[in-house]
C-alpha cells in the first residue's frame, strides 16, 4: 500500500511562496493521478490542483489559478505544490492524495484512493 507523506508547508507573510513536496514510499505513484486537497479551520477538505498520471494534464481550482503549479517527479515518487503570492485565505492544512484512475484526475476527494497526514500552512497578514 502506498504511503504518502507531505512536506514543506509552514508559517509565511502574504505574498511569500511555498513548494510542498508529497513523498510516496510502498510503491509507485508512477501510474496514478495525484492531487492536492486543502482544510481550513471550521471547512469542509477542498479540492486545491491536480495532475494525471504523466503530468500531461492538469486541474486547479479558481482560487489557485495563475498563483499554484502542480508537478511531478515520477523518477523520483514525489508530487510538488508551489504555492507562490500566497494570500491569508490559503491557510489550512495541505493533503497530497493519490488516485488508482491516472487519467481521471477529478478535483473529486471521493475519487482518491490514498492520503497523506497533512501539513500546515499559515499565512498572515
Known amino acids: 500500500q502506498v504511503q504518502l507523506v507531505e512536506s514543506g508547508g509552514g508559517l509565511v507573510q502574504a505574498g511569500d511562496s511555498l513548494r510542498l513536496s508529497c513523498a510516496a514510499s510502498?510503491?509507485?505513484?508512477?501510474?496514478?493521478?495525484m492531487g492536492w486537497f486543502r482544510q481550513a479551520p471550521g471547512k469542509g477538505r477542498e479540492f486545491v490542483s491536480s495532475?494525471?498520471?504523466?503530468?500531461?494534464?492538469?486541474r486547479d481550482a479558481d482560487s489557485v489559478k495563475g498563483r499554484f503549479t502542480i508537478s511531478r517527479d515520477n523518477a523520483e515518487n514525489t508530487v510538488y505544490l508551489q504555492m507562490n503570492s500566497l494570500k491569508p485565505e490559503d491557510t489550512a492544512v495541505y493533503y497530497c492524495?493519490?488516485?488508482?484512475?491516472?487519467?481521471?484526475?477529478?478535483?473529486?476527494?471521493?475519487?482518491?484512493?490514498?492520503w497523506g497526514q497533512g501539513t500546515q500552512v499559515t499565512v498572515s497578514s
Open positions: 495532475i494525471s498520471w504523466n503530468g500531461g494534464g492538469t
Open positions: 510502498g510503491g509507485t505513484i508512477s501510474y496514478y493521478a
Open positions: 492524495a493519490a488516485s488508482l484512475v491516472g487519467a481521471d484526475y477529478t478535483g473529486a476527494a471521493a475519487n482518491y484512493h490514498y
